[in-house]
C-alpha cells in the first residue's frame, strides 16, 4: 500500500464516541469540521446525565472572584486529594468554556447587571457565586442545543440504541506481535434493534460514558449510569483510580412517586434551609458553613440526623423567599414537585442523600489520553485529578467541556497509524 493509500485510509476512519452527553457531544461537534464522527447512545438520546444536571456550570467570571480562588475550594472539596495543577487547568479554562457554550445558542439566566450579562448563582463548597445556569435545568438546555446541532451535521452520524460491549485492542487480532503498541482500533458494539454486534474500526475512540450510579438503589442518575465505559477501559489495561471516591448528593426528593429527582443545590445556594421535622435548624450543629458546606458534609449531617431521631427524610425549606423568586428560579423543581403536591413556595421539600457522582474513573492525562494509544476519555468516565474524595458543585459540566476540546485537540494534531482488518466479534460462546 502506497503511503497516499495509507493517509487516505486513516483519514477515512470514523471517530467513534461512546456517549452522548455534554463530554460526547463536545467531541462530536469538535471533531466534525475535519472528520467524520460516530456517536454511540446505548439508549435513547435524552438518557444522559447531562440532561438531568439541574444547576450549572463553573465559570470564573466575576471580577472579584479569581482562579486561584476557584482552585482553593475544589482543593478543599475534595478532602485534599485534588491534583491542584488539574484543578487550575479547569479553572483557567472555565470562562472560555462557558463562552463557547454561548456561542452555540445555549440560553443561560441573564442578569444585565452581572459579568458577561450573566446571572451567576452560589453553591455549596464555593466562595463566589460563579454558577452559569439555564434556570434550575442547565444541563437539559445544554443538551438539547449541543444534540440538535450534531443531528445537522452532516460529518455527525448518531446510533441511538447500540451498545458498546468491547474496545477493539492487540489482544484481538490475529498479527498482533507484529504491532509494537497495544492499541484501540475501535469497538464491538450491539445494535439493539437487529440483534447484531457490528465491528467498527476507528482512528481513536472516546469514551463518554459517564459514572455507575445505578448500581445503588437511591441514586440521582439515570438508568443508563452502569459503569459501562471504565469496564472497558480496565479490561484494555487502562489504570482506573479513585473508584472508592462515590460523591453523595445530599438532597434528592423523597417520596414514594419518585425515585431519582435531585433538588438542585443552587436551592440552598439561594437561601434554603434544612430542618428537620420539628422545624428546627441543624447543619450550624456540624458545620460553620451550615448549608452551604461542600455535598460530603451535608449530605454525612442529613444521614446523622436521619439515624439519630429515626427519620426517613429531613427537610429543605425555601418558603421564606417570595413566591415569585421561588417560581423563576426554580420552575423545574417548583412544577414537579406541584405535581406531587407539595407547594416549595408554602412548605419544605422532604429530601435525602442519593448516590450521585463517580469521583473516580478511567486515569486520564491533560490530553484526556488514557494509558492505551487512540483512546481518550472525558466527563464522568475519568479520573483527572479534579475531585479528590469529593467533587466541588457544578465542576462536572465545566470539566467534561475542557477535557473532550483538549482530547479533540490531541486527535487532530496526531494522526493514527493504519491499520489491518479487524476480526468480527465471536458469537460462538454466548447468547
Known sequence: MTSANKSTQEESLPVIVIGAGLAGLTVALELAESRQVIVMAKRGLSESATAWAQGGIVGVLDEKDSVDAHVKDTVEAGAGLVVESTARFIAERSADAIAWLVEQGVPFTTDPAGPKGLHLTREGGHSHRRIAHAADATGKAIHEVLLDKAK??????ILENWIALDLITNKHLQNASKYKTNRCYGAYALDIENNHVETIAAR???LATGGLGKVYRYTSNPDTATGDGIAMAWRAG?????????QFHPTCLYHPQEKSFLISEAVRGEGGLLKR????????????????APRDIVARAIDAEMKRHGL?????????QPADFIRSHFPTIYERCRQLGIDITQEPIPVVPAAHYTCGGVVIDQHGRTDLAGLYAAGEVTCSGLHGANRLASNSLLECLVYARAATDDIIRNPQPTQDALPSWDESRVT
Open 152 to 157: 445537522a451535521h452532516p460529518n455527525i452520524r
Open 204 to 206: 481513536a475512540v472516546v
Open 238 to 246: 487502562c489504570r482506573i483510580g479513585n473508584m472508592e471516591f462515590i
Open 277 to 292: 421535622p420539628d422545624g428546627t435548624r441543624f447543619m450550624d450543629e456540624y458545620d460553620p458553613r451550615a448549608e452551604l
Open 312 to 320: 426517613d427524610c429531613v427537610y429543605l425549606d425555601i418558603s421564606h
